[in-house]
């Protein structure tokens, strides 16, 4: 059999879920999909996603790296960033650029969470 690799999913590393869910959830419009802790008061470990766009977000540590970048292949980039544009979010008011190396300039939005991991979502128009 050929190896063929499936969906991948980053680890981002959290700290605090709460802030968690208000960006990933309430800025972002991310759904949480399942949660787990090995006991009651234990660290989560949880998988949050936007259609195709799958994320686990940990509170464990040795889980990810503070500072994670995860760059994301994407379609309409400029719409989701007029989407954030209309939303009561203080933290972050991220600007749209041109995607590097795009003979066509193509659209990226970055996207940094309070535990400085970046989304870089971006349209290639080449």
Not at 39 to 68: A, I, M, N
Not at 110 to 119: A, H, S, V, Y
Request: aromatic share 12%; net charge negative; charged share 25%.
């Amino acid at each position: 059999m050929r190896f063929k690799a499936g969906l991948v999913v980053p680890v981002l590393r959290v700290f605090d879920l709460v802030k968690a869910h208000e960006f990933y959830v309430g800025y972002l419009g991310f759904t949480v999909d399942w949660e787990h802790r090995f006991d009651g008061e234990g660290p989560v470990y949880q998988q949050v996603s936007r259609g195709s766009l799958v994320l686990h977000l940990s509170e464990h540590h040795g889980d990810g790296t503070p500072g994670t970048l995860v760059y994301v292949y994407a379609k309409g980039v400029r719409d989701l960033h007029a989407e954030l544009a209309g939303k009561d979010y203080p933290y972050l008011n991220p600007g749209i650029g041109p995607s590097a190396g795009a003979e066509s300039g193509g659209a990226c939005l970055e996207l940094r969470d309070p535990f400085g991991n970046t989304l870089r979502i971006d349209e290639r128009e080449d």
